[in-house]
């Protein structure tokens, strides 16, 4: 039974940060990509960051400088360390797992990953 939880999110005032935790559990995927979304209020999911490995990581342009992923040694806990919060990241964050033939272009794309955690929510205050 695979199973991912996400934790850490809460209220924030801009310039703020968060650390947010992603327990994935019922299966190995330390090897596979474990990526980052987040939805926005009335607009569609987009993607975060991305690790692979522990080591191959990708951010998006939107949060490059700001945001960091990195995976505990057991690789079955991934975290995104948010800094410097802005009021337009306010969003319900998501973690998922497990992506077919993994690759940096398969891994950016949501609809490849099979496993989702039920979200938790980052508001940041002006």
């Known amino acids: 039974q695979v199973k991912l939880v996400e934790s850490g999110g809460g209220p924030v005032q801009a310039g703020g940060s968060l650390r947010l935790s992603c327990t994935v559990s019922g299966g190995s995927y330390g090897s596979n990509c474990i990526g980052w979304f987040r939805q926005p209020p009335g607009k569609e999911r987009e993607g975060v960051a991305r690790i692979r490995d522990g080591d191959l990581k990708w951010e998006a342009e939107s949060v490059t400088g700001r945001f960091t992923t990195s995976q505990d040694n057991d690789k079955n806990i991934v975290y995104l360390q948010m800094n410097n919060l802005k009021p337009e990241d306010s969003a319900l964050y998501y973690c998922?797992?497990?992506?077919?033939?993994?690759?940096?272009?398969?891994?950016?794309?949501?609809?490849?990953?099979?496993?989702w955690g039920q979200g938790t929510q980052v508001t940041v205050s002006s």
């Open positions: 998922a797992a497990d992506v077919d033939s993994p690759s940096y272009e398969r891994c950016n794309e949501w609809r490849n990953y099979k496993y």
